[in-house]
């Protein structure tokens, strides 16, 4: 229950950042929710259907630690600090993903899995996306740091 839980939450997110879904009924956005959860688990006629998705995991894994890394920069980045050390890996980490990613996209081209492929563009789609937003971030001015806390804190 809990993971149909956690998937209503993000479908509802997504709903209120970006109104994907013009629907504010949260009984309707939980139906929806369980329906392409319940769509992708019966999809195989045995109850396995996700397994389907399973050389993806890996992947998003990947693209989740690249996200942790770059939230990670882009805070010590802010707070004027070297992220040198942050930014080396990630970029190590998008490389090897992307490359591994699209070794498996031909893969699944030349076997047809055609689910997998569009699970393999979807993420290269959020990749360029992160990748475009971190640039958009870190092209920004970098706002002064705030001492006043700090120099509260400090022992005279």
Known sequence: ???LRDKWWSVRA???????????DPKTLLIITVAV??????????GQGGLTLWPLFGLWNQMLAVF?????????????QAVGYVFVPMIFLVVVTSWALIL??????ASADWLLIAGG?????????????????????V????????ESKMPH
């Open 1 to 3: 229950m809990r993971i």
């Open 14 to 24: 997504l709903n209120d950042h970006y109104h994907i879904i013009a629907l504010r």
């Open 37 to 46: 959860a319940a769509m992708l688990a019966l999809h195989d006629g045995r």
């Open 68 to 80: 942790g890394l770059l939230l990670i920069g882009l805070a010590l980045r802010r707070r004027q």
């Open 104 to 109: 498996q996209l031909s893969r699944w081209w």
């Open 121 to 141: 563009i979807l993420l290269l789609v959020v990749e360029f996306w992160l990748a475009w937003e971190a640039l958009r971030t870190l092209r920004k001015s």
């Open 143 to 150: 706002p002064a740091l705030d001492t006043s806390l700090t």
